[in-house]
């Protein structure tokens, strides 16, 4: 069963477990950015926001089977509008993905979402991460645009769906 929970950057075995979900899943920082997962990958994880937005709109959530973290994921709120939800990431281990897991923990992101007034939950896909995108829309996101950032090694596909 997957559970979730709250993470901070300030707790040293949260940091770790991060670290050890990126270095655990080698696959997305290479397929997006074109590199080795790497210790940046924490501080963006738990520190990169959109303009504009307070360190209080930004979750850090992880992802457990049992005590072990499996997955990990960071939410916005009201962003980039009042209503909606933005995930920024959403990562499982290599081991532990295509377990159903993702879908649960999409479930309990928009189970919380709610919780904040969202209707609506957002993301960018990366064009380069094919799994990824397919996951998107076999949940029911939608294509809004597509646009480019030097950051990332392909499109950015900015996708949305209704929070049931």
Same mark, same amino acid.
């Not at 501080?43 to 307070?54: L, R, T």
């Not at 049992?66 to 499982?92: E, K």
């Not at 649960?104 to 919380?112: N, Y």
């Not at 993301?123 to 995108?133: G, W």
């Given at each position: 069963? !997957?559970?979730?929970?709250?993470?901070? $950057?300030?707790?040293?075995? %949260?940091?770790? %477990?991060?670290?050890?979900?990126?270095?655990?899943?080698?696959?997305?920082?290479?397929?997006?950015?074109? $590199?080795?997962?790497? &210790?940046? %990958?924490?501080?963006?994880?738990?520190?990169?926001?959109? *303009?504009? =937005?307070?360190?209080? @709109? =930004?979750? /850090?959530? +992880?992802?457990?089977? @049992?005590? %072990?973290?499996?997955?990990?994921?960071?939410?916005?709120? /009201?962003?980039? *509008?009042? @209503?909606?939800?933005?995930?920024?990431?959403? !990562?499982?281990?290599? *081991?532990?993905?295509?377990?159903?897991? &993702? =879908?649960?923990? !999409?479930?309990?992101?928009?189970?919380?979402?709610? +919780?904040?007034?969202?209707? =609506?939950?957002?993301?960018?896909?990366?064009?380069?991460?094919? $799994?990824?995108? *397919?996951?998107?829309?076999?949940? &029911?996101?939608?294509?809004?645009?597509?646009?480019?950032?030097?950051?990332?090694? +392909?499109?950015?596909?900015?996708?949305?769906?209704?929070?049931?």
């Amino acid at each position: 069963m !997957l559970t979730i929970r709250a993470i901070t $950057r300030e707790s040293a075995s %949260d940091s770790v %477990d991060v670290l050890r979900i990126f270095m655990e899943a080698p696959s997305y920082t290479r397929l997006v950015e074109g $590199r080795p997962p790497s &210790g940046a %990958d924490v501080d963006d994880f738990f520190s990169g926001m959109p *303009a504009g =937005k307070e360190a209080t @709109d =930004k979750f /850090s959530i +992880g992802f457990y089977v @049992d005590t %072990d973290m499996v997955g990990c994921a960071d939410v916005i709120r /009201s962003y980039p *509008a009042n @209503d909606c939800a933005f995930i920024g990431l959403l !990562l499982f281990s290599e *081991a532990h993905q295509s377990r159903g897991y &993702g =879908k649960i923990a !999409l479930s309990l992101i928009e189970e919380m979402a709610r +919780g904040w007034n969202c209707s =609506k939950t957002q993301l960018a896909a990366i064009s380069t991460n094919p $799994r990824a995108l *397919a996951f998107w829309q076999r949940e &029911g996101f939608e294509i809004l645009r597509r646009t480019s950032n030097p950051r990332f090694t +392909g499109d950015v596909i900015v996708m949305e769906r209704a929070i049931a």
